[in-house]
């Protein structure tokens, strides 16, 4: 049994067995597999084989014919090597002694590769170059092939991947996928935040492990601490098998609490709502007892199919979501694609990028290209119509800016009346507070908006310089370092002074050691992962406002370091809701 320690990213637990994602790089782990998949893996093996055989013989012929003989040449080379027995013979070799084809493939071709550059003539070392090719078009094939195996499973699993983009997240088969873990990424990456919203028990952020494991192995993802585990002893099994009937009984009692008040033990409302990437996931957010949608992340109508979505898909996904609320606010926020979110039907509008979370990204991206953008306003406001709605702008960084997406709003509304088109007209109108300058200059912003929410996972990322998705930084990544909780009071001070509502809708208002210091800075509104909710109101009707405010007082005069913060708050929390915690 080995345990290997990373992020919690979506809680939960899951058993199964693991199916490793190839990387998309060439970097080869040295990988093996269990004797029962051995079979299987040489067929796959064999296809790619025949696959790039036939592919290079085509090549022959198109280069024979259309360019010369001399030309065809060059792929007659690959060919005979790729016919040569040996070669083949050595790598099946392999496979059947338990390695995955992918490393079989590797060691075999550079092995090859050394001994002619070993032979010390220039024209046979050349040769070299041709078998190192070859291995890239059969490990292409054979990681390709395997992420499209992804998509084509016939048994449940658990998934092991390098990496996995929010485009593939949102592809994965609930019914299939277990759990996943992954070697990069961050706690509010937007990968872990689909696999919250998917249901999808994942740990990442696990630094390279994924030599460690072989394809078929016994694995339990465990989502609430941040652990996998690799073949499990029958000890550690029964442990988390009872550590999940558990769960399931705190479950049970915070599904009694799903129709009381989120209020404080003194009365004073914090309201609830639910953050969605899907509008299905509606129905979670009231089963849960959410009141409303605070953020409705719509890009991921994009991410989860291949064409950009027209304004009818937009008009009806919104519909989805505003009907079934009609009198609580559902927030919903205009596209944030790029960055890590660029599906390949955005990649024309993004265009390259060194640094793609400070480059053309979210509001940016959607003001250089209005007719896109437009696609989108125009269907919100014709959805406005059906529900209570409120228009979010995200990663808003000056005021030019938001005054440059409200012109454009009220363009959309001149068009659609000129059409005689039915919308709404008196939609209240806020943006994300994500940014630092944002918050910074949240007193001027706050005259020209009706609400704020505050965004903590890009917050924390501008403020303190660290990639959300990036593992190696994890440590430095904290909601309550100092001085993003001084952003974040700034925000709350200007949102009192100008009665503009405030409201925290990043992660760190799903973790429920931050809600008394959250409502002891002020908030009374939070948006959260639907099945948070419970959880969070717990908490919320355990405190007073009185009790609360002490907390968040101690917090911002004695310490100056987010770990001794963290440490304070969940003893607090223990001290509030001893139950909650296991
Ligand atoms: C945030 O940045 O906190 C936020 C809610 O937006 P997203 O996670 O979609 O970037
Ligand atoms: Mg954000």
Redesign the pocket.
Known sequence: MRVQRGIAAAKGVAFGSAFVLGTEDFRIPTRFVVEEVVDAELERFRHAYDAITQEIADNEVLASQQLGKEYGAIFGAHLQLLRDPKLKNEIEGLIQRLYSPEHATSKILRSFAQKFENLGDKYLAERADDIYDLEKRILRHLLGANREELSQLTMPVILLASNLTPSETAHLDRSKILGFATEGGGS?S?TA?LAAALGIPAVVGLGQFLSEVAGGENIIIDGNAGEVIIDPDEETLIRYRDSVEKLRTIATHLETIRDLPSETTDGVAVRLMG?IEFPEEVEQCMHHGALGVG?Y?TEFLYLGQDKIPSEEDHYHAYRQVLEPYQNEPVVIRTL?LGADKLPRSIQPYAGEMANPFLGLRSLRLCLQNRPLFKIQLRALLRAGVYGDLWIMF?LVTTLHELRQAKYLLNEVMDELYEEEIPFKRNIPIGM?V?VPSAAILAAEFAREVDFFS??????IQYTLAVDRSNQTVAGLYSPVDPAVLRLIQLVVEAGRKHNVSVTV???MSSSPIYTPLLVGMGLRRLSVNPSSVPEIKEVIRHINVAQAEEIAQHVLANFDVARDIETYLRGELKRICPDLML
Request: hydrophobic share 25%; proline share 5%.
């Open positions: 509010t937007h935040i953050n953020l992340r944030d995200p994300m994500e505050i965004g903590t996972n890009d917050l809708c990043g992660q």
